[in-house]
T-cell receptor, first 116, second 111 residues
Framework: QVQVVQSGAEVKTPGSSVKVSCKIS????????INWVRRAPGQGFQWVGW????????DSTQSLRDRVTLTAETSTNIAYMELNSLTSDDTALYYCGLATRKTHLDFWGQGTLVSV | QSVLTQPPSVSGAPGQRVTFSCTGTSSNLGAGYDVHWYQEVPGAAPKLLIYSDTLRPSGVPDRFSGSKSATSASLAITGLQVQDEAVYYC???????????FGGGTELTVL
């Protein structure tokens, strides 16, 4: 069965960076993507970005494009989201999800709390 | 406008049928983009319930069904059970946002 496991909670200072990992296991194809979304306290879900793990293509929301870097290691099926120049507005629960298509999240990780 | 509108809450008794609405705009549902539905039980990660308007992932009971028409979509649950209590979110793609867009979620209470 598919499992999506994220790295643990992070506490960061303003101006620093955070890197969250997302490991996929149990998925039989090597062609898939990872969508990243976040939810700030009291707010709704916001899409952060997407990476095609197979070829490395990425896309991200315009408001974060200058600060977010999405990467993935095909050998380990681990994806990473790095967010720079953190502010208190970046405090949120960050989720990754396996995306068989870019359009949605098929399997979600447990979430990683990033506190700035 | 980049928005998917969901009512904040719905309720129903065990065994009943309930529906969740999701109203979009011409930049998302009205543009023909698929709608997807997630269930978030407190303390657990969200779970995909319906994708591409009407399709159920493996393991999702056929009590859950989805539909879409023009700028609106619906999720229906039949044979309501206490364990269905959760928040239900719709999600689509938005051309103005150029990315995924989520509704605000509807909380289901099973009376």
């Amino acid at each position: 069965q598919v499992q999506v496991v994220q790295s643990g909670a992070e506490v960061k200072t303003p101006g620093s960076s955070v890197k969250v990992s997302c490991k996929i296991s149990g998925y039989t194809s090597n062609i898939f993507g990872i969508n990243w979304v976040r939810r700030a306290p009291g707010q709704g879900f916001q899409w952060v970005g997407w990476i095609n793990v197979y070829n490395g293509n990425t896309d991200s929301t315009q408001s974060l494009r200058d600060r977010v870097t999405l990467t993935a290691e095909t050998s380990t099926n681990i994806a990473y989201m790095e967010l720079n120049s953190l502010t208190s507005d970046d405090t949120a629960l960050y989720y990754c999800g396996l995306a068989t298509r870019k359009t949605h999240l098929d399997f979600w990780g447990q979430g990683t709390l990033v506190s700035v | 406008q980049s928005v998917l509108t969901q009512p904040p809450s719905v309720s129903g008794a065990p065994g009943q049928r309930v529906t969740f609405s999701c109203t979009g705009t011409s930049s998302n549902l009205g543009a023909g983009y698929d709608v997807h539905w997630y269930q978030e039980v407190p303390g657990a990660a969200p779970k995909l319930l319906i994708y591409s308007d009407t399709l159920r992932p493996s393991g999702v009971p056929d009590r859950f069904s989805g539909s879409k028409s023009a700028t609106s979509a619906s999720l229906a649950i039949t044979g309501l059970q206490v364990q269905d209590e959760a928040v239900y979110y719709c999600q689509s793609y938005d051309t103005s946002l150029r990315g995924l867009l989520f509704g605000g979620g509807t909380e289901l209470t099973v009376l």
